[in-house]
């Protein structure tokens, strides 16, 4: 089931309807708010995909003056970080990775998407790349709980890296 809504995501789109901003804009948030609910009741899966149709709805918005932008950047913002929350309860790394990434590019001081990007790194294995945005995160928050714990596992894990590789070549 989830492997579908992998595809979804590079699923080419077909509706070409030239819409008003408001109407595409209600589309979208229609769209992310029956994913909050789809989620809530645990449907990962179809959540994923209410979400991937905001952002493809969001896409398609043109001639936006600058509140316009700035709100369709919010709402693109939030759909990518609740998708990287799915694909984080569908242990789907590299997605997760993904979506914080394209939330991270609208707003670089999200510290939930560095932490889920973070945690996402972790469970690949790249504690380095982990520890970036942690590094990161803290920053912007010093006092969040979930980041500084993810952080220890990290600086664990780097710890015994370097323990194996001091054993393997004698350093």
């Not at 493809?56 to 919010?74: A, G, R, T, V, W």
């Not at 990287?84 to 590019?105: G, H, I, M, P, R």
């Not at 469970?123 to 993810?150: F, G, H, M, T």
């Not at 194996?164 to 350093?171: D, L």
Request: with cysteine.
């Amino acid at each position: 089931m989830w492997k579908t809504i992998l595809l979804l995501q590079e699923k080419e789109d077909h509706d070409f309807r030239k819409m008003k901003f408001d109407d595409r804009f209600k589309l979208a948030e229609k769209n992310k708010v029956e994913g909050n609910e789809l989620f809530k009741d645990g449907n990962f899966g179809p959540a994923a995909e209410r979400y991937i149709k905001a952002i493809q709805h969001i896409s398609k918005l043109f001639d936006m003056n600058p509140e316009q932008i700035e709100k369709s950047n919010n709402l693109k913002a939030s759909c990518h970080g609740n998708l990287a929350v799915c694909f984080l309860k569908l242990e789907s790394w590299e997605k997760v990775v993904d979506n914080c990434t394209k939330a991270l590019e609208i707003n670089g001081k999200n510290v939930k998407a560095l932490y889920r990007r973070a945690l996402a790194l972790f469970n690949k294995k790249d504690y380095d790349e982990s520890k970036k945005d942690i590094s990161a995160a803290l920053q912007l928050d010093a006092e969040d709980a979930a980041v500084k714990s993810l952080g220890a596992k990290v600086d664990r894990m780097l710890a015994k890296q370097k323990q194996k590789e001091k054993a393997m070549f004698g350093k």
